[in-house]
Structure formats: structure tokens, C-alpha cells
């Protein structure tokens, strides 16, 4: 019984004695943590570009720079105001596009400082 004590006291004496050492080495070895904020906004962006129609509409968006209407985007590309509103929506949301009001009107127009910070080039891709 009294051997068994020791072996713990001895792993509480080396578990002390040793304390610094096992410090320095987990923190050599740590993996560096990004923002999970960063991550979430990467989700949205990959979910947003997970639709062919969207990613149509993100060339379109990037090749027409002027004001880009719900009817305009919707008569170029063959679809109704109605689908194009959704998926601007989840681009939106996204950040990938910016969307301005002008009378009754909405324009849309891209955020290339979104895709900048975390899909550099691929604008350039279209």
C-alpha cells in the first residue's frame, strides 16, 4: 500500500517539478486559433457560392458595373424578379453584394473588398 502512495506522491512531486517545462513545450506546439467570427463569414460565403445561378449573377454583376435592377439582372439572365430578389438576398447576406436603394429601385452592385480578403482572384476567374 505504502509503495502505491509514493508512486503518487512522486507523479505529484513531477507533475510540479516539471510544470514549466510541459508549459513551454504546449506552447511551441499550439496551433494559432483564427477568428471564429472569420470562420462563420467564410460559411455564409462558400454556402452563397454553392448555387451555379449565383455565381451567374456574380459575373454578371462583375462584367455590368452599372446600376444592376432586380428586372435587369433577371432580363439578362432569363429569370423572374422574384428569384433573382432570393438570391441576391443570400448573396447579400453573404456580403458579397452591396445593395442600394434609388427610388423604388434597388441596385446591386459586388463587394470586391469581400472577395479581396477571402477569395483573392477569383473575380479575376470570370
Known sequence: MRSCGNAVFKAVLFNRFDFKKREQ???????????????VKR????????EIKRIEMIRYLYHHRDSNTCGTIGESM????????????????ADLVSVTRMGQNK?????EDTFTEFLPGFLDSL
Not at 513545450?25 to 471564429?36: F, W
Not at 441596385?107 to 463587394?111: D, P
Request: glycine letters at 2%.
Open 25 to 39: 513545450y504546449n506552447s511551441s506546439m499550439m496551433i494559432k486559433q483564427y477568428s471564429s467570427i472569420n470562420d
Open 43 to 50: 460559411v455564409k460565403i462558400f454556402k452563397a457560392l454553392s
Open 78 to 93: 432569363g429569370m423572374d424578379k422574384s428569384n433573382v430578389s432570393y438570391h441576391l438576398k443570400i448573396l447579400y447576406e
Open 107 to 111: 441596385c446591386s452592385s459586388l463587394r
